[in-house]
């Protein structure tokens, strides 16, 4: 429920009859932007973590990910890895493994 | 979420894959988090429970919301060039007005249900008049800032003042004089609209003086609908965090699958100090008993009930309830004074602390059926394998032998009710804090 999704209107009604009420809606945070990674060429010769949150099975998921890529991009490298801990927790540890090692992440099942 | 600190922070471009059903959610969240332009692809739910053919089939197939091959579109997230508005959409500065546009009544009622302002019951609209009869109940100004709160973890916290509180408030229908105790609960910055899949509901437990001040129930039916105070406090809550935190929307800012009643009024009550034989639950938390204050617990779902502590099979009864209670949420026995009086006549609980040791040593569960838990496998093997204790430990107990299924720190004993009868219950949640009502006057 942003502000600007909100419907604020005035009705044609004498000024009378209108009513002056308070907003109850708290105050949301400015929001700032983030850069987002340049995208590669190709994933030619590239290396891919599969990403394992660690919830409802995704890991599972993951699996045919990975075997999608054996059979249809075998030139993928492909390195299935679980999150340190539970799902709710920054991973710093992981991403900069990723960081280190990888070209692209694809992280899920996520809610 | 992840995904984005992956893809923004340490620069490796990244895709997240999430199920349909979260489309609003995953929309919004990219955007308030500056990067709406992320790169994510939706496959069908559920993805748990399903066969390795049937998720290989959610690869080979279509993203359910876009329509086109799921791994395409992975590729393209990976692939296709940023084109230079990425940022757009995020340099909007969103602000809250302090008014409503002027209107009649009856507009404004219906304006307000159709923000999702309310909880689709009629509310009180939140004149300036109202608002101030409320903020002259507490000598704080209206100005100042009372905390931060946030639907779900992967949200942005929102902030609100004492003015804010008080109109949610109003809406609630709460006496002025109830607004020390609405505050103090707005200061938990514990959220009783919480978005989680699992429908949680908060809970309410009010101790000290101030429930004799505003006329609290703790007796006869002192969960349900018979007491004022016990009402409005508790449905102001849920609208203070519900409007506070941005919202509680089915689909974008609320998730839980099947909902859940509890969230009407938040399971607010006072604690039976009077007829409790135990020392009342602020005390146990560091206060004073003249002290006042109020306690939040979250995530409260499951319900087990019983009649009594009959005298020779009291421990198997006690020791199904726990065992049915789910292993993710520790349970809080809410206790009719009959009840509390019983089991120190049957198991010597002299305190609230020996009933609850004796709760933690028997609620056990062989450790093949623990860790197969789904909320188990989600919340708490994962910070068994990444070396966390007690859970590292219960880890290495054999498939059949029994482990506790609950910390004792998480276990917790409340006395409510009128002595009616021996009736009483074990509500799973999670204790969040206790906060003091006399700060907030």
């Given at each position: 429920m942003s502000s600007e999704e909100q419907v604020i209107r005035a009705s044609d009604v004498s000024e009378s009859k209108k009513v002056i009420v308070l907003n109850p809606v708290g105050y949301p945070p400015k929001v700032t932007p983030k850069p987002m990674a340049p995208r590669l060429d190709t994933l030619d010769g590239k290396t891919v973590y599969l990403v394992d949150p660690r919830f409802d099975d995704s890991d599972l998921f993951l699996k045919q990910v990975r075997a999608w890529f054996a059979e249809q991009m075998p030139s993928v490298k492909t390195k299935l890895v679980q999150m340190s801990s539970v799902y709710t927790k920054d991973d710093p540890k992981t991403w900069e493994e990723i960081k280190a090692n990888g070209d692209a992440a694809i992280i899920g099942v996520g809610h | 979420m992840h995904g984005m600190t992956i893809d923004s922070k340490y620069g490796v471009p990244t895709v997240a894959v999430h199920t349909h059903v979260f489309e609003k959610v995953v929309q919004s969240v990219t955007r308030v988090s500056g990067m709406p332009q992320a790169r994510y692809v939706f496959v069908p739910q559920p993805v748990?429970?399903?066969?390795?053919?049937?998720?290989?089939?959610?690869?080979?197939?279509?993203?359910?919301?876009?329509?086109?091959?799921?791994?395409?579109?992975?590729?393209?997230?990976?692939?296709?060039?940023?084109?230079?508005?990425?940022?757009?959409?995020?340099?909007?500065?969103?602000?809250?007005?302090?008014?409503?546009?002027?209107?009649?009544?009856?507009?404004?009622?219906?304006?307000?249900?159709?923000?999702?302002?309310?909880?689709?019951?009629?509310?009180?609209?939140?004149?300036?008049?109202?608002?101030?009869?409320?903020?002259?109940?507490?000598?704080?100004?209206?100005?100042?800032?009372?905390?931060?709160?946030?639907?779900?973890?992967?949200?942005?916290?929102?902030?609100?003042?004492?003015?804010?509180?008080?109109?949610?408030?109003?809406?609630?229908?709460?006496?002025?004089?109830?607004?020390?105790?609405?505050?103090?609960?707005?200061?938990?910055?514990?959220?009783?609209?919480?978005?989680?899949?699992?429908?949680?509901?908060?809970?309410?437990?009010?101790?000290?003086?101030?429930?004799?001040?505003?006329?609290?129930?703790?007796?006869?039916?002192?969960?349900?609908?018979?007491?004022?105070?016990?009402?409005?406090?508790?449905?102001?809550?849920?609208?203070?965090?519900?409007?506070?935190?941005?919202?509680?929307?089915?689909?974008?800012?609320?998730?839980?699958?099947?909902?859940?009643?509890?969230?009407?009024?938040?399971?607010?009550?006072?604690?039976?100090?009077?007829?409790?034989?135990?020392?009342?639950?602020?005390?146990?938390?560091?206060?004073?008993?003249?002290?006042?204050?109020?306690?939040?617990?979250?995530?409260?779902?499951?319900?087990?009930?019983?009649?009594?502590?009959?005298?020779?099979?009291?421990?198997?009864?006690?020791?199904?309830?726990?065992?049915?209670?789910?292993?993710?949420s520790a349970p809080t026995f809410l206790l009719d004074p009959i009840a509390a009086r019983l089991f120190i006549d049957r198991g010597g609980f002299d305190t609230k602390e020996k009933l609850i040791q004796w709760a933690y040593d028997n609620a056990l569960m062989p450790a093949s059926e623990y860790w197969d838990y789904q909320l188990i496998q989600n919340y708490i093997y994962p910070r068994a394998t990444f070396g966390e204790e007690p859970w590292v430990s219960k880890l290495k107990a054999a498939a059949d032998e029994l482990i506790r299924m609950f910390s004792l720190e998480d276990i917790h004993v409340v006395v409510v009710g009128g002595e009616t009868n021996g009736y009483w219950r074990i509500i799973g949640c999670n204790y969040r804090k206790t906060v003091s009502v006399d700060e907030w006057r």
């Open positions: - | 748990m429970g399903k066969s390795a053919r049937e998720l290989r089939a959610y690869v080979d197939g279509n993203d359910p919301v876009t329509g086109r091959p799921v791994m395409q579109e992975i590729i393209e997230g990976l692939t296709r060039p940023l084109n230079g508005d990425q940022l757009k959409g995020v340099t909007f500065e969103r602000s809250t007005p302090r008014l409503v546009e002027p209107d009649t009544e009856e507009n404004l009622h219906r304006l307000f249900l159709e923000n999702n302002w309310t909880d689709k019951l009629p509310i009180i609209l939140p004149t300036e008049e109202r608002v101030a009869e409320m903020l002259s109940h507490t000598s704080h100004k209206p100005d100042e800032v009372v905390g931060h709160m946030r639907s779900t973890a992967f949200r942005e916290y929102w902030e609100y003042t004492v003015e804010k509180v008080a109109v949610n408030a109003v809406m609630a229908g709460a006496r002025p004089d109830y607004f020390p105790v609405i505050l103090a609960l707005a200061a938990s910055e514990a959220s009783a609209r919480g978005s989680t899949t699992s429908s949680m509901a908060a809970m309410v437990v009010v101790n000290g003086p101030i429930r004799h001040e505003v006329g609290m129930n703790w007796g006869t039916g002192a969960m349900a609908p018979y007491n004022h105070a016990n009402a409005t406090i508790g449905r102001a809550y849920g609208l203070l965090s519900q409007n506070l935190q941005g919202g509680s929307v089915p689909g974008l800012t609320y998730m839980g699958s099947q909902g859940n009643n509890y969230m009407y009024n938040s399971v607010t009550f006072a604690e039976n100090e009077e007829r409790s034989p135990w020392e009342p639950f602020h005390v146990q938390h560091g206060f004073k008993p003249t002290d006042s204050t109020v306690s939040v617990f979250t995530g409260c779902r499951s319900t087990a009930f019983t009649l009594g502590v009959r005298e020779k099979h009291w421990r198997e009864h006690v020791r199904n309830m726990l065992r049915g209670m789910d292993a993710h």
